[in-house]
T-cell receptor, first 112, second 114 residues
Framework: QKEVEQNSGPLSVPEGAIASLNCTYSDRGSQSFFWYRQYSGKSPELIMS????GDKEDGRFTAQLNKASQYVSLLIRDSQPSDSATYLC????????????FGGGTRLMVKP | GAVVSQHPSWVICKSGTSVKIECRSLDFQATTMFWYRQFPKQSLMLMATSNEGSKATYEQGVEKDKFLINHASLTLSTLTVTSAHPEDSSFYIC??????????FGPGTRLTVT
């Protein structure tokens, strides 16, 4: 069974710090990787996508992918209280259409 | 701005009635859409894959006769919860892939069955 694993948290960081969120996946054939942010009571919002090994930066967010280690991470620099949410890692194996496999999510709390 | 819309955003219905939820891709065509359900403080659960012009593919344990899915056009998929019961009360969310890669979620529909 294809799995995506995340630490459920909560991960608590002080305002201004770097938050590091991690995700591992079991299917070596996975091609596409996504990070979604979900506020309580809202639907998931796509914040980052990454398709090749290395780092991808977008504003305060950096996604890191290591296919050899089957590991993807999300760094949030200068964390703000508004970043407090659940972050979902999602993986597309590439051979199941566009179906995503989601991790259980990591709850991030940024304390003022 | 939003790329996937859902309607209604919330609905209250009586037990035994049916409710239809619409999911639209706003500026792109989607031959495939996905329907999820999420209970409070739980993870997203994929219910079914909606395929334009053909039957939906349901995940194990999801009753296809209870959750009717119709993908009538390249921009519209509907989910009908038939003979709803209180245990069907949940947050229903659709998603659609744009450009074949990135998936975008609708804002969700909160269903309460009394």
């Amino acid at each position: 069974q294809k799995e995506v694993e995340q630490n459920s948290g909560p991960l608590s960081v002080p305002e201004g710090a770097i938050a590091s969120l991690n995700c591992t996946y079991s299917d070596r054939g996975s091609q596409s990787f996504f990070w979604y942010r979900q506020y309580s009571g809202k639907s998931p919002e796509l914040i980052m996508s990454i398709y090749s090994n290395g780092d991808k930066e977008d504003g305060r967010f950096t996604a890191q992918l290591n296919k050899a280690s089957q590991y993807v991470s999300l760094l949030i620099r200068d964390s703000q209280p508004s970043d407090s949410a659940t972050y979902l890692c999602a993986v597309n194996a590439g051979n199941a259409g566009n179906m995503l496999t989601f991790g259980g999510g990591t709850r991030l709390m940024v304390k003022p | 701005g939003a790329v996937v819309s859902q309607h209604p955003s919330w609905v209250i219905c009586k037990s035994g009635t049916s409710v239809k939820i619409e999911c639209r891709s706003l500026d792109f065509q989607a031959t495939t859409m996905f329907w999820y359900r999420q209970f409070p403080k739980q993870s997203l659960m994929l219910m079914a894959t909606s395929n334009e012009g053909s039957k939906a593919t349901y995940e194990q344990g999801v009753e296809k006769d209870k959750f009717l899915i119709n993908h009538a056009s390249l921009t519209l998929s509907t989910l009908t919860v038939t003979s709803a019961h209180p245990e069907d009360s949940s947050f229903y969310i659709c998603s659609a892939p744009r450009g074949g890669r990135e998936q975008y979620f609708g804002p969700g529909t909160r269903l309460t069955v009394t």
